[in-house]
């Protein structure tokens, strides 16, 4: 019996998904497939790191905080580096942004600008890195609005439902890069034996209701008390709607989405008496994220509003999110909405 792993009958690498993505809709130009072909590079790039980040001096803390407030870790600053110097040469691009950076990233101006606009959370949930929890990278591509050149704030400040294309990769007990470019959502699992991430996840539809609520119950005295009430409601006993739900919270937006995507329920992060639009930001995490669980089935708003019609007035704003399964999403709006007491 040969010990060989026998070759898949259906073996789908990131690649040749994109590929074929690609063919299925005339008029592309393979541009998109140099682009997520270059993200999958950087998280392997990022992954190598992060995978050995105990053993080297690449935990910790820069003396560095962004722009939001939050300290910057190594790794932090390891995979906003290595994302961008994966991308800016590609010629996909015409302007970068980053959660961790206050400005523009300009592509450098011995390459060419593209027509796409990359912006992305080079590590969410960076406050886990030292203890080994799940982490995440987050990005949104966005096609540009002025005609050539330099990419401009223009091209950046687009609401969510102009995105084209969107992502995660978990860095976690495997590592999964999960896409969409609004024809379903795809996760793909990495064979580091061979280096390939290969599909795993096809197609992935969010349950209409799950049974499983996220969100962090330390900040409880702050919401608001619509806010309270539901989720009071969900830890009610009543079989008929599998109340309770249960309590899950990594603390890490990308392992907390990406578990509500396979298992149904709701995360949230809503704003309070001491931070009114949450924590979280629109541009890197809630629209990315929203384009996702909206191409899975979901739905994801700020409280009010649908998350992908946000009209964003600057790079690095933050806004409430509930995102989840369809049936969670409408009973949660109806207590914020006080239709539901
Ligand atoms: P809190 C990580 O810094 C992050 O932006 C998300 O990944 C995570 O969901 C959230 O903050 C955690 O915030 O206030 O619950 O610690």
Redesign the pocket.
């Given at each position: 019996m040969s010990s060989q792993t026998p070759f898949p009958a259906k073996l789908i690498t990131l690649e040749r998904h994109i590929i074929e993505g690609e063919r299925s809709h005339p008029g592309a130009t393979g541009e998109f497939s140099g682009l997520l072909h270059g993200m999958s590079l950087a998280a392997k790039l990022v992954w190598r790191e992060v995978t050995k980040a105990g053993l080297v001096n690449i935990l910790g803390r820069t003396d560095r905080m962004n722009i939001s407030g939050?300290v910057i870790k190594k790794l932090d600053e390891f995979a906003d580096q290595t994302i961008y110097k994966a991308m800016d040469h590609l010629g996909h691009l015409c302007v970068m942004a980053s959660e961790e950076n206050e400005d523009l990233l300009h592509i450098p101006e011995n390459y060419p600008n593209g027509k796409y606009v990359l912006l992305y959370d080079p590590l969410?949930?960076?406050?886990?890195i030292d203890a080994n929890v799940t982490i995440g990278t987050i990005f949104s591509v966005y096609r540009r609005v002025t005609a050539s050149g330099p990419g401009t704030m223009e091209d950046v400040l687009q609401q969510g439902n102009q995105q084209v294309a969107a992502g995660y990769v978990l860095f976690g007990s495997s590592m999964m890069f999960v896409y969409s470019t609004g024809h379903g959502v795809h996760g793909f699992t990495l064979d580091p034996s061979v280096g390939e991430f290969l599909l795993s996840h096809e197609n992935i539809q969010m349950p209409r209701k799950g049974t499983i609520y996220s969100v962090?119950e330390?900040?409880e005295g702050r919401w608001a008390p619509a806010m309270q009430r539901y989720i009071r409601y969900l830890k009610e006993e009543d079989k008929e709607t599998g109340r309770p739900y249960s309590s899950r919270?990594?603390?890490?937006?990308?392992a907390?989405v990406h578990r509500t995507m396979l298992y149904g329920g709701i995360y949230c992060?809503p704003g309070d008496t001491k931070n009114p639009n949450g924590?979280?930001?629109l541009m890197y995490?809630n629209n990315p994220l929203a384009y996702l669980v909206e191409a899975a089935g979901g739905a994801s708003t700020n409280g009010e509003k649908r998350t992908l019609d946000i009209q964003p007035t600057s790079l690095h704003e933050r806004a409430p999110l509930f995102i989840g399964s369809a049936e969670d999403m409408r009973i949660a709006q109806e207590f914020l909405h006080g239709k539901r007491t």
């Open positions: 939050d969410d949930g960076s406050g886990n962090n330390g900040n919270y990594v603390g890490s937006l990308v907390d992060y924590k979280l930001r995490e």
